[in-house]
């Protein structure tokens, strides 16, 4: 199984202030017969399903604000998150889909300072 | 709307068996590949099992490789997943959702995810 591994596993940042999560695959997650990193990103809220942020490691989904930017390619992987707003407090997961079982990282928390 | 609605969590025995469900609407169902997803109450997301748009792949976690059964049935827009020998460590919230698919034997990205049903293994 692909281990993925998140920094921090938590992390408080000001309002309207960059907030930056990591994500290392053990192994490449790039995909050859699209060019793309088989990476993506999930927001969660209490109580509420995951909401798919990005995928293929740096498309937005639809209706994502585009405060919301992933990048990285191969084994590092990074969500931004340009300024930080109070609705974005929750907890964050990145998840590779390049081979079964597509495995998530353990979550990062991110809260207001 | 795109929904997906999961149903058949319950109490159940260690050792005994559940068969969750997952109706979808509001999308083509036979152009997506479909997974199960669990939480254990305060831990994270645990990839369960996956299925590709017409049942020829399937793919499961170790941790329920043999126990669980994925399915899907195209023409009623619902996915399965038959759970056997049910153990306290099965205990979590199961989501269905939705996979992005292009038509292959494969699956990606999860776009669209249920609220879940909750399934509780105890003595």
């Known amino acids: 199984d692909i281990v993925m591994t998140q920094s921090p596993d938590s992390l408080a940042v000001s309002l309207g202030e960059r907030a930056t999560i990591n994500c290392k695959s053990a192994q490449s997650l790039f995909y050859s017969l699209n060019n793309n990193n088989c990476l993506a990103w999930f927001q969660q809220k209490p109580g509420q399903p995951p909401k798919l942020l990005i995928y293929w490691a740096s498309t937005r989904a639809s209706g994502v604000p585009d405060r919301f930017s992933g990048s990285g390619s191969g084994t590092d992987f990074t969500l931004t998150i340009s300024s930080l707003q109070a609705e974005d407090v929750a907890v964050y997961y990145c998840q590779q889909y390049y081979i079964t079982p597509h495995t998530f990282g353990q979550g990062t928390r991110l809260e207001i300072k | 709307e795109v929904q997906l609605v999961e149903s058949g969590g319950g109490v159940i025995r260690p050792g005994g068996s559940l068969r969750l469900s997952c109706a979808a609407s509001?999308?083509?169902?036979?152009?997506?590949?479909m997974s199960w997803v669990r939480q254990a109450p305060g831990k994270g997301l645990e990839w369960v099992s996956g299925?590709?748009?017409?049942?020829?792949?399937?793919d499961y976690a170790n941790s329920v490789k043999g126990r669980f059964t994925i399915s899907r049935d195209n023409a009623k827009n619902s996915l399965y997943l038959q759970m056997n020998g049910l153990r306290a460590e099965d205990t979590a919230l199961y989501h269905c959702?939705?996979?992005?698919?292009?038509?292959?034997?494969?699956?990606?990205?999860?776009?669209?995810w249920g609220k879940g049903t909750t399934v509780t293994v105890s003595s």
């Open positions: 509001g999308f083509t169902f036979d152009n997506y590949g």
């Open positions: 959702a939705r996979a992005f698919s292009s038509g292959s034997y494969y699956y990606y990205y999860m776009d669209v």
């Open positions: 299925i590709n748009w017409n049942g020829g792949t399937t």
